[in-house]
């Protein structure tokens, strides 16, 4: 059977002909001739017209059938491509070389005058520890004259020890897992199962319900997009002046997000056993809602505002969620373009809050997009997403105590400090993570010429350690065994219906599921920023290696623990569950080193990301096409360990 030609863009106008636009009638937008000249014989020419909105909309419609026969085409590229990935990074895992280090010593002794240090340090690590404890523990005024001069050496010798320890396991960056860098190639295939026809009639009551209940449950509508003033809007909505009322194109985007997350898990999963509580009906309002939201884009393509702008971004994160991978970039741009006709990214234009998150959030999910295809993030594309303004610093947090807070009504500057301190520390996360990952990238391209790999890793290693010393301490290092241990909190969630079905967030929960998203996010760096230092097939030698795979280990341990709580105790909405792909990166390391302690560590470890993922309400309803997202983790982990047991 022959494969059907692909289309290519050259073959449609993006514009009506001169005679279809006359008549004010359909142009099917083909080329050399539309369909309707080539049937009546009329001279068919296309001009750059301006077209109409119904013109608009048919443009939008055209390209949504393109995208439809583009995405076989992209799928088949895609396998090659992931295959081609992982055949590259199994070449590259066979070239490491071991490079032992001579046996060092240090000392530290106390004197009236201070500290006295002699070694013959060779192990970065060591020194390195020393070094951090110096800077948690003192303030040193800037250094002068000779002193300025021996501190420099003292810096380059720390940077050349690391460099001569395991320069060669940087070639690392990529593991022998197959989904390590490049996931997105096989997670981004559409949905297997095809959404079941069930009518949908949208009325203004439907409308009123969805809008009321994305306002009121923050964790599936603020801690997953936090664009939109929740308080606001709602009153806006709810104003008697039709001036003053949120765009259409924004109210049908809420409504999608709202049913496709907390329709589903706050009401229909509520239903009695008989009514099938677990029928997925939130994907097929959501959808409902995206196509009426697709409509109103179009009558508004060309009228950017920060409602349509919110809208178009919330339609692609919708489509994302329920599966339909091949149109969310076309909405991502069209709301990027929109921001950009408003400002949003001119020199020296003072934004907002809420513009300042709009604009950081486009640039948080771009990035993202970039970081699991494995590709470069030095391109233009890249560079213009970036905002011209730094995002705001959080506010203290308000000062409320715990106890004194009703559980039942949260005061709104408390839930708008978690999802915005969260949402603050996942964006400089992102920023250093955009940044490593250039430099990753960048590594495997210039191969040993690269002499500097080492030095910058380093110094992105003191950013991280310095974004962590700036957070609140009660968003450090979360008790992760406390947290298992608190019987209290067994089964509970951020947010609840009583018996009259009146909605209620628990502020103590809903403030830990912040906190330990953060902790996940804080952890992926740490892998990212350590594990280029130890090699993927054999055990490391050195002092500086061995810790920097304890440090990867622990991090990896750290996301395998808080993911396991999130989805077992706390029964969240939103779970993190992409920090698995990082964790279980180091874990694939381990089941290359010839130790049965590794293996059975890595294999367990690997065995409870897939069940956990399995458990968790994201795989039961695929949110973010998380089945999809699981089944390319199964399916890899079993190529490296034949006795795996996923229940």
């Not at 070449?91 to 201070?114: C, Y």
């Not at 001069?149 to 022998?176: G, P, Q």
């Not at 919110?310 to 919708?318: G, P």
């Not at 950081?360 to 233009?380: A, D, E, I, M, P």
Request: charged share 20%.
């Amino acid at each position: 059977m022959n494969t059907p030609p692909v289309p290519l863009t050259s073959s449609f106008s993006v514009y009506p002909c001169s005679k279809c636009y006359k008549d004010l009638q359909q142009c099917d937008l083909t080329l050399p001739k539309c369909s309707r000249c080539a049937a009546n014989g009329f001279e068919c020419v296309y001009t750059k017209t301006e077209p109409k909105a119904n013109h608009v909309s048919q443009v939008l419609n055209t390209m949504n059938k393109v995208m439809d026969q583009w995405q076989d085409s992209l799928d088949r590229m895609a396998k090659d491509f992931a295959q081609k990935t992982r055949d590259f990074g199994q070449r590259v895992d066979q070239s490491f070389k071991k490079k032992p280090l001579q046996p060092f010593d240090w000392k530290i002794t106390s004197t009236n005058k201070g500290l006295s240090v002699e070694s013959n340090v060779n192990s970065f690590n060591d020194l390195s520890k020393l070094v951090d404890q110096f800077k948690r523990t003192m303030h040193i005024s800037p250094p002068r004259g000779s002193e300025q001069s021996e501190l420099e050496e003292f810096d380059d010798e720390r940077h050349r020890m690391a460099k001569a320890a395991e320069l060669d396991d940087t070639s690392s960056i990529h593991t022998s897992s197959g989904f390590s860098f490049g996931v997105w190639n096989s997670w981004s295939h559409p949905s297997q199962d095809p959404l079941d026809d069930h009518p949908i009639d949208i009325t203004q009551e439907l409308t009123d319900s969805l809008v009321e209940l994305y306002c009121r449950t923050p964790c599936c509508s603020s801690v997953r997009l936090p664009i939109i003033d929740t308080t606001e809007f709602l009153t806006r909505y709810h104003s008697p002046d039709p001036s003053k009322r949120p765009s259409t194109v924004l109210i049908y985007a809420v409504c999608a997000m709202a049913a496709r997350v907390a329709f589903q898990i706050h009401v229909w999963n509520k239903r009695p056993a008989l009514e099938t509580p677990h029928y997925n009906i939130g994907k097929a309002l959501s959808v409902a809602y995206c196509l009426k939201g697709r409509e109103a884009l179009a009558e508004c393509f060309d009228e950017p505002t920060i409602d349509n702008c919110q809208a178009t971004f919330l339609l692609s994160y919708c489509n994302h969620q329920n599966g339909y991978s091949g149109v969310i970039y076309v909405y991502e741009w069209i709301s990027f373009t929109m921001a950009q006709e408003l400002g949003l990214y001119d020199e020296g234009r003072v934004l907002n809050t809420r513009e300042s998150i709009l604009v950081w959030c486009l640039y948080y999910f771009n990035t993202w997009h970039r970081v699991l295809q494995g590709v470069s993030t030095t391109s233009t594309e890249s560079k213009q997403f970036h905002p011209s303004c730094p995002l705001p610093p959080p506010q203290p947090k308000p000062h409320f105590e715990f106890m004194d807070v009703d559980l039942t009504e949260p005061p709104p500057e408390m839930i708008d400090y978690y999802v915005y301190t969260e949402w603050y520390c996942l964006i400089q996360l992102q920023v250093l993570r955009h940044d490593v990952m250039t430099r990753l990238l960048q590594a495997q391209a210039l191969g040993k010429q690269d002499t500097t790999l080492a030095r910058d890793l380093l110094a992105m290693q003191d950013r991280l350690q310095q974004f962590y010393d700036t957070l609140p301490m009660e968003w450090k290092n979360p008790d992760l065994e406390s947290i298992a241990l608190d019987q209290m909190a067994l089964g509970t969630t951020s947010c609840y219906y009583d018996d009259q079905q009146s909605y209620h967030l628990d502020i103590h929960e809903f403030a830990r599921f912040c906190i330990l998203s953060v902790h996940v996010y804080y952890n992926i760096n740490k892998i990212l920023l350590y594990q280029a230092f130890f090699p993927s097939d054999h055990i490391p030698t050195s002092q500086f290696s061995l810790q920097c795979l304890y440090t990867c280990v622990d991090a990896a341990y750290a996301i395998t623990q808080t993911l396991d709580i999130m989805v077992k105790h706390e029964d969240e909405c939103n779970i993190p569950l992409l920090g698995f792909l990082f964790a279980n990166m180091v874990y694939v390391k381990l089941l290359n080193y010839n130790s049965d302690q590794y293996s059975e560590f890595a294999q367990r470890c690997l065995e409870q990301s897939v069940n956990v993922s399995k458990m968790s309400k994201a795989y039961l309803y695929d949110f973010e096409m998380t089945r999809n997202l699981v089944g390319v983790m199964e399916k890899d982990f079993l190529k490296h360990c034949k006795s795996f047991n996923f229940s």
